[in-house]
């Protein structure tokens, strides 16, 4: 596709459950980003990957959050046992290089623990 | 220190004046630098990206980058009403990670 793409787009589970969000970046891009944006608030990091290495994972909230890249391309993240903390919109965003080019976000997937 | 620090706001402007949108950030290493525009209930959208000290005008849009002083400023001349959103000033630091700002709330006085 032409651009990030990132699904589900809404998700509501249960306390408790376990979650995967997907990110598709653009092709050829070699940099991914995580963020979580909770309602009102600004961008939290959580990952970035280069490839399929994630050189900084300094912003994962906990234990229970994991991410992964495969083949360079597609990314899931990864949330156990979730919490109603854990509720916001999850942003994905992928750039060409990871300096000097422009990162371009999907449209997020928007989680709420019930 | 924050890594990214903007003026939350809101900063309000007139119609058809200039709005001026400052950040600055923290990582003396930081190498990339980018305003984001974000309407409420959508993602950001990239509007302008500068490297290198000085001006970079797209449109009624102009960057403008200090680094001896760590400072990144957006101005919008003409404002219009579709301009009133949250801007976020980006930076990707000297570890590559992408850093955002919490953002300054533009609005529109009509």
């Known amino acids: 596709g032409a651009g990030v793409s990132q699904s589900p787009s809404n998700k509501v589970t249960e306390k408790g459950k376990d979650v995967e969000l997907r990110c598709d970046p653009i092709s050829g891009h070699t940099a991914l980003y995580w963020y979580r944006q909770s309602l009102g608030q600004g961008l939290e990091f959580l990952i970035y990957f280069q490839g399929n290495s994630a050189p900084d994972k300094s912003g994962l909230p906990s234990d229970r959050f994991s991410a992964e890249r495969t083949g360079g391309s597609v990314s899931t993240l990864t949330i156990q046992r979730t919490q109603q903390e854990d509720s916001a919109v999850y942003l994905c965003?992928?750039?060409?290089?990871?300096?000097?080019?422009?990162?371009?976000f999907g449209q997020g997937t928007r989680l709420t623990v019930v | 220190q924050k890594e990214v620090e903007q003026n939350s706001g809101p900063l309000s402007v007139p119609e058809g004046a200039i709005a001026s949108l400052n950040c600055t950030y923290s990582?003396?290493?930081?190498?990339?630098f980018f305003w984001y525009r974000q309407y409420s209930g959508k993602s950001p959208e990239l509007i302008m990206s500068i490297y290198s000290n000085g001006d970079k005008e797209d449109g009624r849009f102009t960057a403008q980058l200090n680094k001896a002083s760590q400072y990144v400023s957006l101005l919008i001349r003409d404002s219009q009403p579709s301009d009133s959103a949250t801007y976020l000033c980006?930076?990707?630091?000297?570890?590559?990670?992408?850093?955002f700002g919490k953002g300054t709330l533009l609005t529109m006085n009509p």
């Open positions: 990582d003396r290493g930081s190498q990339s």
């Open positions: 965003a992928s750039s060409l290089e990871p300096v000097n080019t422009e990162a371009f």
């Open positions: 980006a930076v990707i630091n000297s570890n590559y990670k992408l850093t």
